[in-house]
């Protein structure tokens, strides 16, 4: 009976994601701290579309021949040559409204690249900001699901595995699971899910020291806040644009 439903794994990180046939997938993208999180928010607040780059070199190549804003970071701050970061914060309605945004991420707009060069059925991008709006599209489209974590520079993190964990739990009745990651980043999250910010300062995640080093810790707690910016970001034709 359960293998009349389609197949949904995680990739704990994309050092892993070779070992999973993303062909006819979707292939959910996760970089919760932060370039999920932020692409979600650029487009729920207006942005016309957002436009991934795997380096700097080409985002500002991009950025110039479009009028584009170019973002992005390397290693949490912004990268040498571009104009603006990779926080959520720094993109309200007034100023990317209309706009197109080429960004550039130490994990996550490279996962997206090795996923799309890996011949991926379709992507999104995902994070809590934009829970259900992933959870209500991966529960209708009755297909094979990987849960693509972006990690940090291949290393497995916590906060990417509690979001593959809280979709797991969402839509886990449509789907067939038989997978050690999904199983780990469902317990993690059930364990997280009452207190998000403070799991991860009790864990001392890697990533929340780092970015709390820099005085992020509002980026942070806005990153694990579920739908504050409740959109499916759907790529196509090389570009992140609503779902609509």
Same mark, same amino acid.
């Given at each position: 009976m359960n293998h009349s439903k389609p197949s949904l794994h995680t990739s704990l990180s994309p050092a892993l994601l070779h070992l999973y046939d993303v062909s006819n997938a979707v &292939?959910? $993208? $996760?970089? !919760?701290?932060?370039?999920?999180?932020?692409? =979600?928010?650029?487009?729920?607040?207006?942005?016309?579309?957002?436009?991934? !780059?795997?380096?700097?070199?080409?985002?500002i190549e991009i950025g110039k021949q479009i009028d584009g804003i170019t973002a992005g970071e390397r290693d949490g701050h912004i990268a040498e040559g571009l104009e603006y970061g990779n926080s959520p914060f720094e993109y309200p309605p007034a100023f990317v409204g209309g706009r197109t945004l080429v960004l550039t991420t130490t994990n996550g707009t490279r996962l997206l690249h090795m996923a799309l060069d890996r011949g991926a059925?379709?992507? $999104?991008?995902?994070?809590?900001?934009?829970?259900? *709006? !992933?959870?209500?599209?991966?529960?209708?489209?009755?297909?094979?699901? /990987? @849960?693509?974590? *972006?990690?940090?520079?291949?290393?497995?993190? /916590?906060?990417?595995? @509690?979001?593959?964990? =809280?979709? /797991?739990?969402? &839509?886990?009745?449509?789907?067939y699971i038989n997978c050690d990651s999904s199983s780990i980043a469902s317990t993690l999250y059930r364990d997280a899910q009452n207190d998000l910010y403070g799991f991860m300062e009790e864990k001392k995640a890697s990533h929340y020291l780092r970015l709390s080093g820099y005085g992020?810790?509002?980026? /942070?707690?806005?990153?694990?806040?579920?739908?504050?910016?409740?959109?499916?970001?759907?790529?196509d034709n090389g570009k992140l644009t609503i779902h609509r």
């Open positions: &292939v959910v $993208i $996760i970089d !919760v701290l932060r370039a999920t999180s932020t692409i =979600a928010t650029a487009l729920y607040n207006g942005a016309k579309c957002v436009i991934p !780059v795997d380096s700097v070199a080409k985002c059925g379709q992507v $999104i991008t995902g994070s809590f900001p934009n829970l259900s *709006a !992933v959870c209500d599209y991966l529960s209708s489209c009755k297909q094979p699901v /990987i @849960l693509g974590c *972006a990690a940090w520079k291949d290393r497995v993190n /916590i906060e990417d595995l @509690l979001f593959a964990g =809280a979709v /797991i739990e969402r &839509v886990r009745e449509h789907f992020l810790e509002k980026d /942070i707690r806005y990153c694990l806040s579920p739908d504050t910016a409740n959109v499916l970001p759907f790529y």
